[in-house]
């Protein structure tokens, strides 16, 4: 299992620190789900978790259903 790419906005909270359900320490960090969760400790799970359920997106294999990665980004071809 790879690194989770977490860029989009969503996985971060400006508003408050939660407890990560992994480590319990404070993080800013959101899983999809909205878990507060540091993305170093959701990478962690999964690697502990080889058989949780995966995540698919137009057929690669993003993660778990639990921590998954953001979509890739669709690629505009324009033209214009
Ligand atoms: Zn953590």
């Known amino acids: 299992m790879g690194l989770l790419n977490w ?4 996985h971060f909270d ?13 993080t800013p960090m ?8 540091h993305k170093v400790c959701a990478e962690d799970w999964n690697d ?3 058989g949780a359920p995966r995540y698919e997106h137009n057929g ?12 890739p980004r ?7």
């Open 30 to 37: 959101r899983s999809h789900a909205g878990e507060p969760v």
């Open 48 to 50: 502990r978790n080889p």
């Open 74 to 80: 669709k690629k505009r071809r324009d033209g214009a």
């Open 7 to 10: 860029t989009s906005g969503q």
């Open 14 to 26: 400006h508003g408050e620190n939660c407890s990560c359900t992994q480590c319990g320490k404070p």
């Open 60 to 71: 690669h294999d993003l993660g778990t259903t639990r921590y998954h990665s953001d979509h």
